[in-house]
């Protein structure tokens, strides 16, 4: 049996008045303008590689284009690799042209170190991609859930104990890298909390050194990418170019490894920060400053908080 169809605009029983004033949010014009404009609204990005990620649509990485570019002169001599090129079986491995080997090669088997870096340098491009992405807003939810987002770090099985992932104490399985929020607020944080007590280390000099010490992928990556892809547009041959930018993959792969442990500092720094604004209320407490001044807490402890 079908119900009753209802239809139109009912009047308010409960007879709301016309005179409330709802609450209504303070924000700033910056804040009005960015969500007037959808800067903030959320997109589908495609990386480089394919992989996909939601974005803020106003932002950008401002490497993507280089990266890009190198990727498509990667792939298309990577598509003149025959079958089984990689093989882990040398019996089994395939002939590469020479031609695709590099100027003047004869065809051969590719040895293990010549594989090794082709695939390095692909997979140290997807994680500074990865890592830039993170750091410019162009990849808020990480690449997918459950799954390392990284390709060459963390990948120590196929390439050393030197592509581990930073660690920290609070950290033990390796540094996560924040989404764009919550790695400028860390920054901030930390840059308040450094001014005062003027200890932030910097390796950078300059009015921006903090900022270009903790995100290396967006300051600095920038030039050595340009640098890759100048070589990339001249050598001929995969091989030789792979072998040809050796240097430059270490370099890469430095920056993403430093910015994990400059943030492992800030996230470690940050928590001594809370804690020690957490003990200074405790402390307010009689009996809590009488458990730490009787043995919980060491004399320089006490002596430094005036106990």
Not at 70 to 78: H, V
Not at 172 to 193: A, D, E, K
């Amino acid at each position: 049996m079908a119900g009753k169809r209802i239809s139109g605009a009912y009047p308010d029983s409960l007879n709301f008045p016309d005179s409330i004033i709802p609450l209504t949010s303070q924000i700033s014009d910056t804040q009005k303008a960015l969500f007037s404009t959808g800067a903030l609204n959320i997109v589908d990005h495609v990386d480089p590689f394919g992989r996909t990620c939601k974005a803020y649509a106003g932002f950008q990485n401002p490497h993507d284009s280089t990266i890009r570019q190198i990727n498509e002169k990667l792939q298309e001599q990577k598509t003149a690799l025959p079958d089984d090129w990689d093989n882990a079986t040398l019996s089994l491995r395939a002939v590469v042209p020479g031609n695709v080997i590099g100027p003047g090669q004869s065809s051969r088997k590719l040895t293990d170190d010549e594989i090794r870096q082709i695939k390095l340098t692909e997979d140290v491009l997807k994680d500074v991609t990865y890592l830039s992405n993170r750091q410019s807003g162009m990849c808020i939810d990480e690449l997918a859930a459950g799954t390392s987002p990284w390709s060459a770090l963390g990948n120590t099985s196929t390439y050393g104990v030197d592509f581990g992932i930073p660690t920290s104490p609070s950290s033990p399985g390796g540094i996560v890298v924040p989404g764009l929020p919550g790695y400028m607020s860390i920054l901030s944080t930390i840059n308040q909390l450094s001014t005062t007590l003027g200890n932030l280390p910097s390796v950078s000099t300059g009015p921006c050194a903090f900022i270009e010490d903790a995100l290396g992928g967006i300051m600095k990556a920038g030039s050595i990418l340009n640098e890759i892809l100048a070589k990339i547009l001249q050598v001929v041959g995969l091989v030789a170019l792979a072998m040809g930018i050796v240097g430059l993959i270490k370099m890469l792969i430095d920056i993403i490894k430093g910015d994990l442990k400059y943030l492992g500092n800030f996230l470690e720094l940050l928590k001594q920060a809370a804690l020690a604004g957490l003990l200074e209320g405790l402390l307010k407490d009689p009996c809590l400053a009488y458990l730490l001044t009787a043995g919980i807490a060491t004399y320089s402890t006490i002596k430094t908080l005036g106990l």
